[in-house]
């Protein structure tokens, strides 16, 4: 028997969540690799599930949680072996296929990358999808040819997982951050995160004229709807925009006056199906370049229990960083 978070569709549409114990045989049959789950973690995406606020989730019942660093404990698969330690991002893993906020899980091991050796699997549940996504944001800036010498880099949702952990990578780049945040209390924070100037997200999240002051030479937006449209519409030309999220909404209130006249990119980051070759480039980068001790400071440890309480907080955008799961805990 093992313990997880199992959640089940009520008659009336709701979710229910509870923590419970399951045997081996619960677990879904197609997957070649049986692991042992250490850490986890809460993205926006896993407290959607969890509260059934929107609809993640496409089986039931569903063991939620897209992210997962441990051990495999058995192994059908060639590339992988009992021992072998793993981190598992997204492939639709607690949506379709059980996932990781448990401590036990049978997955493919097409899905799975080693962990490099400079972190643990608790720090890579740290990083965790949010920090993985942030990385993907980053190296696309790099790639559409923006360097720390175009201009300012606006990061949106900055006090969240994704914009948290943006700032501590475009800033250990050398570049000039500037962040975005409803939460203004927490200006020092992000400026210990490596922010060079922190802006209130009202200036940005309001309905915006089509073009407006060039400002940004790049930017990494977790927010999308007015803020992304304004973001858009702010950016210099020949800027490169990275969209990720939609924590204010899935709208994209725009016009195509930034792309005809200014030559703004607007790059798509979609970190659930990006291929292997990118994720290993991604998680190397941040094995190498993330400052730990900053990591450390935006990160809460909690138990499996804990995950029900806290992914209303996720949902309703008030913490700070990022929330590790210890589902031994
Ligand atoms: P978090 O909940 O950690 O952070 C989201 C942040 O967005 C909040 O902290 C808040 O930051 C801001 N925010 C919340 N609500 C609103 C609102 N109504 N209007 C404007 N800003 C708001 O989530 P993550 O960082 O983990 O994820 C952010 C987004 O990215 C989500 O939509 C998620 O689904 C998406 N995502 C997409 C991925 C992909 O592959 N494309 C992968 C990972 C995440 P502040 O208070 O500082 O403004």
């Known amino acids: 028997m093992f313990s997880a978070i199992l959640l089940n569709k009520n008659a009336d549409g709701t979710t229910d969540a509870q923590v419970v114990q399951l045997e081996d045989v619960q677990l879904p049959s197609d997957g ?61 893993v607690g949506e379709a296929h059980m996932g990781c906020l448990a401590q036990r899980a049978r997955l493919k091991g097409d899905w799975l990358i080693p962990r490099p050796l400079a972190i643990s699997a608790r720090t890579a549940m740290a990083i965790g999808t949010a920090g993985y996504t942030a990385m993907l944001c980053a190296m696309a ?6 360097t720390k010498e175009s201009g300012d880099i606006l990061v ?17 780049w050398g570049y000039r951050v500037v962040a975005s945040t409803g939460k203004l209390s927490e200006t020092g924070y992000l400026k210990s995160l490596g922010a060079a100037e922190v802006i209130d997200r009202n200036e940005l999240s309001a ?32 800027g490169t925009v990275t969209a990720c999220g939609l924590a204010q909404g899935m709208d994209f209130p725009s016009t195509v006056a930034p792309f ?8 798509g980051i979609d970190s659930v199906m990006a291929p292997r070759a990118k994720r290993l480039a991604a998680w190397d980068h941040l094995a190498r370049d993330i400052d730990m001790e900053k990591l450390s400071t935006i990160t809460q440890g909690i ?27």
């Open 32 to 92: 070649d690799v049986v692991v042992r789950i250490d850490y986890s973690t809460i993205n926006y995406k896993d407290a959607l599930a969890v509260t059934g606020k929107s609809p993640v989730v496409r089986k039931w019942p569903m063991v939620p949680g897209i992210d997962g660093a441990g051990e495999v404990l058995a192994s059908s698969h060639a590339d992988w072996k009992t021992g072998d330690q793993f981190i598992l991002n997204g492939y639709g």
């Open 141 to 146: 800036l790099e790639e559409q040819g923006v």
């Open 156 to 172: 949106t949702g900055a006090s969240g997982g994704v914009g948290s952990i943006a700032i501590v990578i475009l800033s250990a």
């Open 207 to 238: 309905p915006g004229k089509p073009l407006q002051k060039e400002r940004w030479a790049g930017v990494v937006d977790s927010v999308g709807s007015h803020m992304l449209a304004n973001a858009v519409a702010q950016t210099r030309c020949g």
């Open 260 to 267: 005809i006249l200014r030559g703004v990119k607007l790059i």
């Open 303 to 329: 138990s499996l229990a804990d995950v029900l309480l806290r992914a209303p907080d996720v949902i309703a955008g008030k913490i700070r960083g990022r929330l590790v799961v210890d589902v031994n805990a």
